[in-house]
C-alpha cells in the first residue's frame, strides 16, 4: 500500500512539474503575421526584444492601441478596423514570438512591452483608445490603470487567468504552479475613464460569472457591460453588432 501510494505521489509530482515547466506553451499560442506590407509595419525595440506592430498611420490626436487573444493575428483586423474607425491611427501589437517580434511571451514583458507601446504612440497622439481581446484584456487593463489612457473597452475579459487556470485543472495546486496570472481584478478599482466590457453570450472559454466579477470591481459609473447575442467566443468579431459596440465606445 506504501509502494502504491508513493507511486500515485511520485506521478503527480511529475505532473506538476511537467505543468510548471510548460504552461506557457498553454497559454500562448503564437501565430504569424498575415499582413507583412513595410507601410504597415511598425519596428519597435525594447530590451530583449524587436516588436512588430501592424499599423495604419493617420495624424490627428486619435489612436487606438489593440491587444490580442493568445491565439490571435493582430493582424487580420487592420482591414475592418481601417474602415470602422477612419480617424484614428492604429497601432495592433504583436506580442514576443508572434508575428515576426522576437523573443518568448510573459506576462511581465508583455506588460512592460504594452508601456513601451504606449509611451510610442502617446508622443504623436494625445487621445488613446485602449482595445483588449481575451488575453490582451488583461494586457489592457493593466496599461489603463498605469497611463494616461482615454478610452478602455475590454472584449471578453476575464477576472483573472488564474481562476479560469484553477478551473480547468481543479485537481492541481494552480496557485503554486502559475507564472502569468493576469490579475485584471486587482487593476480595474483604479481605472476612471470610460470602460465598456463587450460579452459573447456563449462564450466557451471565459465564464460569464469571471465578467461579473470584474465589472464589479470597476468604480461605480465607470464601466458599462454590452453583450452581443449569440456570440461566442472566437467568432464574436464576426457579429455585425460587435464593431458598432466599439465605434460607440469611442464617440
Known sequence: ????????????????LA???????LLYYPQPR?????ASTLAL?????????????HSGPKAIIYFGGNGEDVSANLGTFSWAFPDHALFLLHYRGYGGSTGHPSERAISSDAVALFKNVYAKH??????????????????????PVARLILVTPYDSIEEIAAAEYPYLPVKLLLLDRYESWKYAPAIKIPTTLIVAQNDEVIPRASTDRLFARFRTGVASMRVVAGAGHNDIEATSEYIKIIQAALQ
Open 1 to 16: 500500500m506504501y509502494i502504491t501510494l508513493a507511486a500515485v505521489a511520485i506521478i503527480y509530482l511529475a505532473i506538476c
Open 45 to 57: 525595440q525594447v530590451p530583449g526584444s524587436d516588436l512588430v506592430v501592424t499599423i495604419r498611420p
Open 19 to 25: 505543468m510548471f515547466v510548460f504552461q506557457r506553451s
Open 126 to 147: 494625445t487621445e488613446v483608445a485602449i482595445i483588449g481581446r481575451s488575453l490582451g484584456s488583461g494586457v489592457a487593463i493593466r496599461l489603463a490603470s498605469e497611463t
Open 34 to 38: 498575415a499582413v507583412t506590407a513595410p
